[in-house]
């Protein structure tokens, strides 16, 4: 069995909000396994989502670049967030967006493109590196491409048009593009930014992650005491609610709070293909010091 420690503890409190001994009891139920551990809590009704802590890393930037019914989004990291307001900086974002679309979203092709000075991306990234004194990274690339529609856009809290810490691709497809569609594919942006779904369909949800809430959802509803039958429709019920928090096409209108996002879209006549969204340093993990033991450290020579 894994060593049940007081950073394990403290990690399984981030990310359920339990107390410290039911999440000590967790872990010593679980042999150490985090996720398990969350599910545990989740059954026993004293976590109420299994949220990771999702403390943001990385600095840098997201990127967006658009041409006509194709648009490319980037991410490049940074040390700390001054690079982020660097104008040498900013620019080589932006630039590395233009350039993605037309690479594509594989990352060394991209590193190995010539850009306008005719030095690679990773030439220019290395400079860039020595002129700034940080570490760079590009991280990772978006395309979408529409045979007839529009690719939108939405950058939240834009540092200048285009460049941010979140940004999101919505490809729409419709028989024009038009002000109307783009205006739709803006506000779906939005909805993406602000409420994260996880997935486009229903039909696109990971079936281990539907088997894994449906395993809790049970566990929890048998706690009630209800027969089977009624079991089964809370269930039913409580699927239907998780779909409509992850699933995009099925969650509320937030422009309206009252209509289906599906129903909107198809309203304008339009079909919703893909969104992707990027938010600057998720899933990177942070590496955290303790300063009063660097103090120590240094004063032992």
Same mark, same amino acid.
């Given at each position: 069995?894994?060593? %049940?420690?007081? @950073?394990?503890?403290?990690?399984?409190?981030?990310?359920?909000?339990?107390?410290?001994?039911?999440?000590?009891?967790?872990?010593?139920?679980?042999?150490?396994?985090?996720?398990?551990? %969350?599910?545990?809590?989740?059954?026993?009704?004293?976590?109420?989502?299994?949220?990771?802590?999702?403390?943001?890393?990385? *600095?840098?930037? =997201?990127?967006?670049?658009? #041409? /006509?019914?194709?648009?490319?989004?980037?991410?490049?990291?940074?040390?700390?967030? !001054?690079?982020?307001?660097?104008?040498? !900086?900013?620019?080589?974002?932006?630039?590395? #967006?233009?350039?993605?679309?037309?690479?594509?979203?594989?990352?060394? #092709?991209?590193?190995?493109?010539?850009?306008?000075?005719?030095?690679?991306?990773?030439?220019? &990234?290395?400079?860039?590196? #020595?002129?700034?004194?940080?570490?760079?990274t590009i991280r990772r690339v978006r395309?979408?491409?529409?045979?007839? $529609?529009?690719?939108?856009?939405?950058?939240?809290?834009?540092?200048?048009?285009?460049?941010?810490?979140?940004?999101?691709?919505?490809?729409?497809?419709?028989?024009?593009?038009?002000?109307?569609?783009?205006?739709?594919?803006?506000?779906?942006?939005?909805? =993406?930014? @602000?409420? +994260?779904? %996880?997935?486009?369909?229903?039909?696109?949800?990971?079936?281990?992650?539907?088997?894994?809430?449906?395993?809790? !959802?049970?566990?929890?509803?048998?706690?009630? $005491?209800?027969?089977?039958?009624?079991?089964?429709?809370?269930?039913? /019920? +409580?699927?239907?609610?998780?779909? *409509?928090?992850?699933? &995009?096409?099925?969650?509320?209108?937030?422009?309206?709070?009252?209509?289906?996002?599906?129903?909107?879209?198809?309203?304008?006549?339009?079909? &919703?293909?893909?969104?992707? +969204? !990027?938010?600057?340093?998720?899933?990177?993990?942070?590496?955290?010091?303790?300063?009063?033991?660097?103090?120590?450290?240094?004063?032992?020579?």
């Open positions: 069995m894994a060593e %049940i420690t007081a @950073a394990l503890v403290k990690e399984l409190r981030e990310k359920t909000g339990a107390g410290m001994m039911d999440c000590k009891k967790a872990l010593n139920q679980t042999a150490g396994n985090i996720e398990e551990a %969350i599910d545990w809590l989740r059954k026993k009704g004293l976590a109420t989502a299994a949220k990771k802590s999702g403390r943001v890393a990385a *600095e840098g930037l =997201v990127g967006i670049a658009t #041409a /006509g019914n194709k648009a490319a989004m980037v991410e490049i990291n940074a040390e700390t967030d !001054f690079v982020a307001r660097n104008e040498q !900086f900013q620019q080589f974002v932006e630039d590395v #967006a233009k350039v993605a679309l037309t690479v594509g979203e594989d990352v060394e #092709a991209l590193k190995n493109a010539t850009m306008e000075n005719g030095k690679t991306v990773a030439e220019n &990234l290395t400079n860039l590196i #020595a002129t700034i004194g940080e570490n760079m395309v979408f491409e529409v045979s007839s $529609g529009v690719v939108a856009s939405y950058v939240h809290s834009a540092l200048r048009p285009g460049l941010g810490k979140i940004g999101v691709l919505v490809a729409l497809e419709a028989p024009e593009a038009s002000d109307e569609i783009e205006d739709l594919g803006r506000k779906i942006g939005m909805q =993406v930014a @602000a409420v +994260r779904p %996880i997935a486009l369909s229903v039909e696109e949800i990971d079936p281990a992650a539907v088997e894994r809430e449906k395993s809790i !959802f049970i566990e929890q509803a048998r706690a009630s $005491g209800k027969p089977d039958n009624i079991i089964e429709k809370m269930v039913e /019920g +409580r699927l239907r609610k998780f779909y *409509e928090e992850v699933v &995009l096409l099925e969650q509320t209108w937030i422009h309206d709070g009252e209509s289906k996002v599906k129903a909107v879209v198809d309203k304008n006549g339009a079909k &919703l293909v893909a969104f992707e +969204r !990027f938010h600057l340093g998720e899933g990177i993990e942070k590496e955290e010091s303790d300063f009063a033991a660097e103090v120590a450290q240094a004063a032992k020579g």
